[in-house]
């Protein structure tokens, strides 16, 4: 089993970046595909960015594509979230996912794809 815990998360104006971080604890990273999702008030959680357990495949949600930037250290057991260009609509928790099941440049894009869950790192857009 592995802990994730988010940080990075804060308010920030409208073109601003900022660059989450998920520490994973328990067993070794590359053990895992992560993904990082958002969930704005009232509605449901969404899918952002993920990568396979080598790290060699990515992919993004069409919102976020060209914006942010998602990578791993499995030697540092650690997850980033780089966000660039922030727009109000990126308001949200942000949360990171783990898979232990997907084989090694799989990814999967729905929350149901994913075991483990981080207690989420707010992020909050001004314009």
């Known amino acids: 089993q592995v802990q994730l815990v988010e940080s990075g998360g804060g308010p920030v104006q409208a073109g601003g970046s900022l660059r989450l971080s998920c520490a994973a604890s328990g067993r070794t990273l590359s053990s895992y595909a992560m993904g990082w999702f958002r969930q704005a008030p009232g509605k449901e959680r969404e899918f952002v960015a993920a990568t396979s357990r080598s790290g060699a495949n990515t992919y993004y949600a069409d919102s976020v594509k060209g914006r942010f930037t998602i990578s791993r250290d499995n030697a540092k057991g650690t997850v980033y979230l780089q966000m660039n260009s922030l727009k109000p609509e990126d308001t949200a928790v942000y949360y990171c996912?783990?898979?232990?099941?997907?084989?090694?440049?799989?990814?999967?894009?729905?929350?149901?794809?994913?075991?483990?869950w981080g207690q989420g790192t707010q992020v909050t857009v001004s314009s």
């Open positions: 996912a783990a898979d232990p099941t997907s084989g090694y440049v799989i990814v999967k894009v729905t929350p149901s794809g994913y075991d483990y």
